[in-house]
Each structure stands twice: as structure tokens, then as C-alpha cells.
């Protein structure tokens, strides 16, 4: 029976079997628990009741009841109805049984077609035979059975308690056996997947060789039963999971096979990656299943074959269960679950060795393809070849078409980003010359109307000095005619005077005529400076009104250029200093010079 529920749903450890996954879905649909797959404390009771002794139901509660939530999750029925099982066999509870898979438990709640009793007392070993529990009324391992095995495996020389499968096969071959057989056996024994077997394993092997010689008809079971496995070594404690059941039922794999062997005509034992692909995808667009050529990519990378581009009839059956997974709506695993890898892979990851009867068991069956072959089976196989090939060569060239499509989407794509980013570039550039060339032109408007203001300044200032000149020639005129009108009139009143009289007028008169010098000269500082004050706010008035046209960054940057306090030597502009010097320049009397120099210090 297939696995009913979603992978995502699988707990990784431990791992149910097929018939354990079936029990626990029955038990589910009769309680209805819905979609959160939860059963309530009281009903889990009425479900138990009855199977066992109410002090070991209480202990698997407790174990199966982890943090104590008071229901049980899907993962938590499965470990109960286990430990159920393994008690119902007699085996004492333990937490490590809780890995170990074993037949489902029987349950008088429920109406099932296979009755086992229970006696609290004396707990019984029988069980009623099924494929999956272990040989139909085998008898029981006795312990010269046991004996004997340990005997022949010490013969093989074991290395750190484990006899390796290219040593022993041999003896599994003397048993006459078909290859077939002991290749299914060995995958039984070996649930470690290391490719060799300790003494519990090679006990049970060859208790199942006895009894396959002696009862042809004997189904294998998939899993070993608990009962077996302890009475192989009861002083040892079973390993912690002997699950290594594959999910491929056997009426999946016959299927698999048989298309195999359809789409490997030459038995070479492997189909390569192209084919698969195309195999995938036509059963993908058979189904309807949306993106069939993406299912088919992430089945192939799913499996990750040992061999790149080849995979091998175990893997093609892994392959196409996925896809029918896929396609009744389970959500796509990741990575490959560990119940849907193949026995052989699995030994090969694990650094084990393969089953040694595979090469056995490809060899008979390529001789018995190639002994059913006929002239028409030949021609058949001739034709399917053709037909292989001409399907490869197809798909490959589509997938070149495909492929060649998306680098061409993928270069326009590219090529469009780039003609995007130049465009993107230029308009920027473009935007970097206009905001330049205003600047520009706002400089050289400015640089315009700073050399108005300063030839306005000049020709003020020339004005100014040449007013300042007339002046000075009016009061030297002046000054003259008033010491001629005196000279005269002294002359014309005073008597003839000596020598000495008139050398003292004269000291008298050139010291009346440097105190007039003097005063006038202090007159026009005091004009000079109340000029050169007032044209210094005028010209800041002027340089405020020029910054004004300016953007709001130059008129900022004015005020903190141009501010201006009280005196030149608190902070004034270029401009200002300039007009200061010319001022220099035309007051030459050192006094100024000297007034000027410590005002401006």
C-alpha cells in the first residue's frame, strides 16, 4: 500500500512503514481528526482499551505523550501503536523500540480481518502471517540453528564483527538458490546498508535461506519481525532502525521494469539523462501537470543518479513514483526521502559496498532478454532503437532551440538595461552642461554689474577728487589774497620798521599760516571722512542690491561677504578696501596716513 500522506508530513526518524503508515491513516479517518490529524486523550483511550494491561497503556502514553499535551499528533499515534506492537509481542516498553518498525498492533476497538490474543500473563509469540510480518508458519530460531550460523560465520574470518557480502556470497550461492532470491534476501538482512553482515544478520540470513530451500514458495517478507531479530541475538539490543523498507511496492517496480526494459533495448542497464527527460515530460503532459518540462529538471536533480547523465532501473522507478506523487497534488520533497531511496544507493552514500548479487542479477537477466529475442523481437528492438535516438536528437534540439531563445532574451534583456543606462547617462550630462553654462552666465552677469558698480565707484570718486582739488586751490587762493591784503595793509600803516621787527612778523606770520594749514587740512580729513563713510554704504547698499538678482546660494554667500559693522576693519567687502585705498591715495597728508593706518589695524 502507498504512503497516503504528504511528504512533508513524514518524520525523518523514525521512518513508518507502508502497513504502519496504512494502520495509523485508518485509525485517523475512524476517529475523524480532520485536517490537523489530532485525537483527543479520552478518544485515544477508548482506541487502546482492551490491548493491553492499563499500567503498560499508561507507560506508552507517557513516552508517546511528549511535553505531556494531553493528545496525540500523527507522529505520536505511530510511536504509541509501535510500542503497542512490540508490547503485544512480549517485549518489555523501552524508548528505543519506538524506532524499531514492527507489524501494526491488534486492537479489539476496532473490526479488524486479522485477530491476534493477548494474555496479560503469559504473552504469546504467534502471529498470523503477512507479507510484510515475516514466512508463513516459520518456525521459530532454535539455538543450534543459531550455533551452527555463528559457526560458519566465524569460518569467514570477520573483521570488527562484520563478514563482508564478496566473502559470504559463495556460501549464499551453495544453497541453489536463484540469484533474484538472495539478491532480495540480502537487502532484507542488510537494513544497515553497509554491504557486509554481523552475526544477528547472518543468522537471519541464513535462517531465511533454510526455509526459502525447503519452502520455494515462500514470500520474503519487507521488514524482519522483531520476534525473529531477538531470538537471532536476544542478548543484544536491537539496533536503533531496522526500517530499510522501500516505498516502491512490488506491483510499481514489476511496472518499472517492464518500461525499462522497453526504453533499454540493448541492456545496457542505465538510460541516459535526455531520455528520462523525455519520458518525464510526455507522462507530465499525459497528466496535465502544469510546467511538465520543470518537473521533469527538478525530479532528475532530485535523485542525483552516483553516475552523471545515467540512471539505473532502481532510480527510474524512484523517478516515476515521485511523479505520480506530483501529479495527485503531494508537495514536491526538497531532497530524496530516505523511504524513497534504493537499497543499493543508499549503500553506495554510505560508504558501504553494493549488494554482491547485483551483478549477478543483471548478467541472468540480460541473458534471459537476449535468449526471448526472435527475428520480429529483433526488428522490434532495432526499430525502438531508431526510435530512441531520433526522440534524443529531437529533444536535444529543442532544448538548443530553448536554450538558444533564452541567451536571446536574456542579450536584448542586457542590451536594452544598457541602452537604458547610456540614455540615463546622457540626460544626466546634458543636465551637468545646463546647470553649468547658467552658472555661467550668472558669473559673467555678475562679473558685469560688479564692474558697473566699480567704474560707477571710479568716476564718483574721480569727481570727488577733482571737487576736492578745486576746493584746495579756492583756499590756497584765498589764504593768499588774505596774507597779500595784509601784508599790505601793514605796510601801508606801520612806520619803517628794522631788521629784527620784521623778521619776528614774519615767524609770526609763517606760524598763523601753518595753524591755517592745519586747520584746513583738519577740515578736509573730517570731509574726507564723512565722504568716504557715506560712498561705503552706498557702495554696500549697491553690492546688497547686485546679490539680490543672484540665486539664494550668492546672496547667502553676499551677506556673509558683504556684511559690514562700523568701521572697514571690522569685516567689509573687496570692493570697500579698494575704495579706501583710492581714499589714501588722495589724502597724502601724513596725519590721515597715520589716522587711517591705526583704524585700520
Known amino acids: 500500500m502507498s504512503d497516503t500522506h504528504t511528504p512533508a508530513m513524514i518524520p525523518q526518524v523514525p521512518m513508518f512503514s507502508p502497513d504502519e503508515q496504512a494502520f495509523i491513516d485508518k485509525i485517523l479517518k475512524s476517529v475523524d481528526a480532520g485536517d490537523e490529524q489530532i485525537i483527543e486523550g479520552n478518544v485515544a483511550k477508548k482506541i487502546f482499551r482492551a490491548s493491553l494491561p492499563p499500567e503498560t497503556l ?3 502514553w507517557h513516552l508517546a505523550d511528549k511535553g505531556d499535551k494531553g493528545f496525540l499528533t500523527r507522529l505520536d499515534l505511530g510511536l504509541a501503536l509501535r510500542l503497542i506492537s512490540h508490547a503485544q509481542f512480549g517485549v518489555q516498553v523501552q524508548p528505543r523500540f519506538m524506532h524499531i ?10 473490526e479488524l480481518s486479522r485477530k491476534r490474543s493477548y494474555t496479560s500473563k503469559a504473552p504469546s509469540r504467534a502471529r498470523s502471517a503477512s507479507p510484510s510480518a515475516g514466512p508463513s508458519n516459520s518456525p521459530e530460531i532454535t539455538r543450534e540453528e543459531c550455533a551452527e550460523s555463528a559457526r560458519l560465520f566465524l569460518d569467514h574470518n570477520p573483521i570488527n564483527g562484520r563478514v563482508k557480502g564478496s566473502r ?3 556460501l549464499f550461492l551453495h544453497s541453489g538458490l536463484p540469484a533474484e532470491v538472495l539478491y532480495e534476501l540480502w537487502d532484507l538482512v542488510d537494513f544497515e546498508c553497509l554491504g557486509s553482515l554481523d552475526l544477528t544478520q547472518f543468522i537471519l540470513a541464513m535462517h531465511f535461506i533454510r526455509e526459502k530451500t525447503l519452502r520455494p514458495t515462500l514470500t520474503l517478507p519487507r521488514t524482519i519481525p522483531p520476534t525473529l531479530y531477538h531470538l537471532a541475538l536476544p542478548s543484544r539490543p536491537m539496533p536503533r532502525s531496522i526500517d530499510r523498507a522501500w516505498i516502491i511496492s512490488p ?21 541516459q539523462r535526455d531520455l528520462v527527460l523525455i519520458i518525464l515530460i510526455g507522462y507530465a503532459r499525459q497528466l496535465d501537470m502544469p510546467e511538465p518540462e520543470a518537473i521533469a529538471v527538478q525530479i532528475w536533480s532530485m535523485l542525483d543518479p552516483e553516475i552523471p547523465d545515467q540512471l539505473d532501473r532502481d532510480g527510474y522507478a524512484v523517478a516515476l513514483k515521485v511523479l505520480d506523487d506530483t501529479a495527485v497534488g503531494k508537495p514536491f520533497p526538497p531532497s530524496l526521502p530516505r523511504s524513497y531511496t534504493p537499497p543499493n544507493w543508499r549503500r553506495e552514500r554510505h560508504g558501504g559496498s553494493k549488494n554482491p548479487f547485483t551483478s549477478m542479477v543483471d548478467r541472468e537477466r540480460k541473458l534471459r532478454r537476449m535468449s526471448d529475442l526472435d527475428a520480429d523481437s529483433i526488428r522490434a528492438r532495432n526499430q525502438r532503437l531508431l526510435d530512441i535516438e531520433r526522440a534524443i536528437r529531437e529533444f536535444r534540439k529543442e532544448q538548443e532551440a530553448q536554450e538558444l531563445m533564452r541567451h536571446k532574451l536574456a542579450r536584448e534583456a542586457r542590451e536594452a538595461r544598457e541602452l537604458a543606462a547610456r540614455e540615463a547617462e546622457e540626460k544626466r550630462q546634458e543636465e551637468r552642461l545646463a546647470k553649468e553654462k547658467r552658472r555661467e552666465e550668472l558669473e559673467t552677469a555678475r562679473k558685469a554689474r560688479e564692474q558697473a558698480a566699480r567704474r560707477e565707484r571710479e568716476e564718483v570718486l574721480r569727481r570727488e577728487r577733482e571737487a576736492q582739488r578745486a576746493r584746495q586751490d579756492k583756499e590756497r587762493a584765498r ?32 606760524r598763523e599760516e601753518r595753524e591755517a594749514e592745519a586747520q584746513q587740512k583738519a577740515r578736509e580729513e573730517r570731509r574726507a571722512w564723512a565722504n568716504l563713510e557715506q560712498n561705503r554704504w552706498k557702495d554696500y547698499y549697491k553690492i546688497l542690491g547686485v546679490a539680490r538678482d543672484a540665486d539664494e546660494a550668492t546672496i547667502k554667500k553676499a551677506h556673509r561677504r558683504e556684511s559690514l559693522k562700523h568701521h572697514p576693519d571690522k569685516g567689509g ?10 581714499a589714501r591715495e588722495i589724502l597724502c597728508s601724513d596725519t590721515l596716513r597715520q589716522r587711517y593706518d591705526s583704524l585700520r589695524a
Open 479 to 510: 589764504a593768499e589774497r588774505a596774507r597779500r591784503e595784509r601784508d599790505a595793509r601793514r605796510r601801508d600803516s606801520a612806520p619803517a620798521e628794522d631788521d629784527a621787527t620784521r623778521k619776528s612778523r614774519q615767524e609770526q606770520d609763517e
Open 573 to 582: 567687502s573687496e570692493d570697500t578696501f579698494l575704495l579706501i585705498q583710492e
Open 101 to 110: 518498525p514492527v507489524p501494526p498492533p491488534t486492537l479489539p476497538y476496532f
Open 251 to 271: 506491483q510499481d517496480r514489476l511496472l518499472a521494469d517492464e518500461q525499462f526494459d522497453y526504453w533499454d533495448p540493448v541492456c545496457r542497464g542505465y538510460l
Open 168 to 170: 559470504i556470497r559463495e
Open 58 to 60: 499508561a507507560q506508552i
